[in-house]
């Protein structure tokens, strides 16, 4: 075994994760390129949003504020498959959530 993999539930939907030196245990030569699941941060705080953002190994941009805001959008889209390191913009307004 190569090391522990992370099970990430989302939407019903369950995604394995290999630790990134799994990943990269590719044929000699092979680009491998690590990747992480879009979480689904909608309707959340922005400063939680942005947390979650980063645990997934990805690069939160907020376009609003981020004190008492929440998040009204995301691209990409929540679910979506992208390499790790990827720019996540969420989109807050002030107010109660919805």
Do not use: C, F, H, K
């Not at 995604?15 to 990269?24: I, R």
């Amino acid at each position: 075994m190569l090391g522990a993999a992370a099970a990430i539930v989302m939407g019903g939907v369950v995604t394995l994760a290999a630790p990134v030196s799994a990943q990269a245990a590719g044929p000699a030569g092979a680009a491998v390129t690590a990747t992480t699941v879009v979480p689904y941060v909608l309707n959340d705080p922005a400063v939680l949003a942005a947390r979650e953002i980063r645990d997934a190994g990805l690069q939160p941009v907020v376009n609003g504020r981020t004190t008492g805001a929440y998040v009204i959008s995301q691209s990409p889209v929540p679910g979506r498959v992208v390499p790790v390191g990827t720019t996540v913009t969420i989109r807050t307004v002030v107010g109660p959530t919805p």
